[in-house]
């Protein structure tokens, strides 16, 4: 497991430009163990949710 600093860090890394709020704008949205109230806006807006080992087989 990651924590949200170096998640971030990885995906900038790799070009991304990381966000704290989800918007219609938003590709995707990485989810841990406990996902908070952003999971509910990112399903409402049709935004792509990545579990975070998802997120590893990508970035490998």
């Not at 430009?17 to 990485?30: G, H």
């Not at 399903?43 to 792509?48: D, F």
């Amino acid at each position: 497991n990651f924590t949200r600093d170096e998640i971030s860090n990885l995906l900038k890394e790799r070009g991304a430009r990381v966000q704290n709020s989800v918007s219609k704008k938003t590709d995707f949205l990485i989810v841990g163990e406990n996902p908070g109230s952003k999971l509910g806006k990112a399903k409402e807006l049709g935004v792509k949710i990545l579990q975070e080992d998802e997120l590893e087989e990508m970035i490998k």
